[in-house]
C-alpha cells in the first residue's frame, strides 16, 4: 500500500468522519460522470455513486492495498454500474468496437485530395489557439466541453472521463473495463478528437475555420 | 522506398495522435511523426490542441452528489465504524 493510501485507509478505519466526508466530497463528481456513462438517468447514476460507498464502508477492512486505494474503489463502481446498466438494457461490449469508432476523426475536407501533389496535406493549417483570459468566456468553453463529453458514445464518453477528467492510467483503464490496450487507444482518440473540434470553434485565432 | 523511410501526410499524422501520445507506435513510425511535427506547423498545432483538450478534459465543471446523499453516506459510515 502506498504510504499515502496506508494513511488514509488507517484514518478511514478508525471512523475518522472528516477523512470520509473529504474523500467522498474530492472522488464523487468524477464517479458520477462515469456512472452516468453505463445507466440511463442522473438518478441512477447517483445511486451507483452512493452503493459504492456503501460498499467501500463495509469492504474496508478487507482492502489489501494490493491496488491503489483509487483503483479499488473504481473498480467497485464499474461493476455495480455495469450490473445497473445490464438491467437498464444498456449493457455495452467492451470486447469490440462499433461503427461510431470507425472512420477518420477529421473532417477529410480539410485535407488535399489524391490528385493533389500535396495530397493528404492540410489545405489550410488549423487555427493556432489563442489564451482565453476573460473569465465568464473560460467558464462557457468549459461547460460547452463537458456538453460534448456527455453527448459522446458511451464506450468514448467511459474511457475518456476515466483517462482525462479522473486521471487514471491506461494500465487502470484496461483492467477496469476489460478492454485491450489497442481498443483503448481508438476510443481515447476519438473521444479526444471531437472534443478538440469544439473547442476549436471557441479557441481557434480565426473563428472562421473549422465550423461544421 | 521502405515503409520506414516513407513519409506520413497530414492526414495520416492526425489518426496516429493518441497512439504518439500514448507511447504505443513502433521505432520507424515514431521517427516518421517525429520528422512531420518537426516540419509542418498545421500538424505542431493539432497535436498540442489535442494535449491541451486532454488537459482542459482535467478541469471541466462537474456536480458532486447531493448534500443529502452525502449525509446519508456518513450516517451509514458512523454506524458501521461504531
New interface residues.
Partial sequence: MSSDDGELVAAL???D?AA??RL??DW???M??LARGFVSTEASA?EV??DT??AV??GLDAFEGRAALRTWVYRILVNIAKTRGVKEHRSLPWSSLGAEDEG???D?GL?RGPEDQY????K??????RTVEDRVLE?E???Q??TV?ERLPERQRIV?TL???V?CS?DEVCELLDVS??NQ?VL??RA??G??QV??RY?AAEPSEEVS | MSEEVGQLSCQELVELVTDYLEDALDDGTRARFELHVGLCHGCAAYLGQMEETATRLGSIPVDSLSTEATSTLLDAFRGFRR
Fill in positions: 478505519r478508525a471512523g468522519e470520509f466526508t467522498v466530497t464523487s463528481r468524477p458520477l460522470l447517483e455513486v452512493q460507498w456503501l464502508i463495509r477518420p476523426t477529421v477529410p485535407f495530397a493528404g496535406g492540410w489550410s493549417f488549423p487555427s493556432d489557439w467558464i468553453i468549459q461547460d466541453l463537458r463529453l475518456l483517462r482525462d477528467v486521471g491506461s490496450a489497442a487507444r481515447l482518440h479526444r478528437a472534443c478538440r473547442l476549436a479557441l
